[in-house]
């Protein structure tokens, strides 16, 4: 079985994640298939390791023996893994693609850790999430980075970073709004099929409030549009230009006092952004490199 460490590797999701559906979906494989890989665990060791609870998953002081003795050779492949790496030397460039907030505001500034990360060239291209899909699923990028789970088969999902929405103006509106305060405001929208406004949506019929009926007075496809438009609109104005983007998008803006963001009163908009790869290249290291680096981020 040690030679078959994939089954160890799916024992050690299957505890991190204390759930069965839970490590299929970061595994990228069926609950059954997961089940099964366990079941044969046991029946080597003939002993049972897992006990499934209603609350979660247990351990038996076997199951115990056995995840310290995983974590030990999960640590020294990872350490192989970096010296294969070294020694293959492969000169490549490693190509990613990210939906338009990820790959403007938010992942530039880990492309030096990515790099150094696998020691070779890599370059991001940007576009919409179904587009980089595209290219993933063509083989024109190694890695996708999206904001709209838009699932398709042949491809592992991640679940990567919390991303929250704001609505934001360029001039001071109150930190916290009710629903009712948002038809004071002139609105800049995202097109309607954006996954942004989507979610701005589903938050506003929560509260009983239709954006259909806010005074919208443009409507854009580029969150750097948006942030341009908002910015550079009529300050002190008895109704304040806003509209709603990722925190990401507007940090600097918002950090330097340029603009001023708001919540809507106990409501959140958030998100899950996705690292996105082909199933087939899974136990790729370079792959698997820039993952675990990317999963180490907390934005």
């Known amino acids: 079985m040690l030679k078959d460490f994939a089954k160890l590797h799916t024992f050690l999701t299957v505890i991190k994640e204390k759930s069965f559906s839970k490590a299929s979906s970061k595994l990228g494989i069926s609950q059954p298939a997961v089940t099964q890989q366990i079941k044969f665990i046991e029946e080597y060791l003939d002993t049972k390791i897992v006990d499934r609870k209603k609350n979660g998953i247990r351990l038996t002081k076997e ?121 004071n405001f002139d609105w800049i929208c995202r097109e309607p099929e954006s996954h942004t406004r989507r979610l701005a949506a589903e938050v506003f019929e929560e509260i009983n409030v239709a954006c259909n009926d806010f005074n919208v007075i443009g409507v854009l496809s580029s969150p750097t549009a948006i942030k341009e438009t ?52 899974k136990h790729d290291a370079f792959v698997d490199n820039v993952v675990n680096y990317l999963l180490t981020i907390k934005a």
């Open 63 to 183: 199951g115990e023996d056995l995840y310290r003795i995983a974590q030990k050779l999960e640590k020294a492949i990872g350490a192989s893994e970096k010296e294969l790496l070294k020694i293959i030397n492969k000169e490549f460039t490693f190509i990613m693609g990210a939906s338009f907030s990820i790959g403007n505001y938010l992942l530039p500034s880990y492309l030096g850790g990515i790099k150094s990360k696998i020691d070779n060239e890599v370059h991001l291209n940007v576009s919409l999430s179904k587009e980089v899909l595209d290219d993933l699923q063509d083989k024109k990028i190694d890695m996708a980075l999206i904001e709209s789970p838009i699932f398709r088969d042949g491809i592992i999902y991640r679940e990567w970073i919390e991303d929250e929405m704001v609505i934001f103006s360029n001039q001071p509106i109150p930190k916290q709004v009710k629903g009712e305060y948002l038809f």
């Open 230 to 281: 908002v910015m550079h609109s009529p300050k002190d104005a008895a109704r304040p230009v806003v509209s709603i983007m990722s925190r990401h998008v507007i940090a600097d803006e918002v950090a330097s006092g340029r603009l001023f963001e708001a919540r809507i009163k106990n409501h959140k908009i958030v998100r899950k952004l996705y690292i996105a790869y082909l199933k087939e290249r």
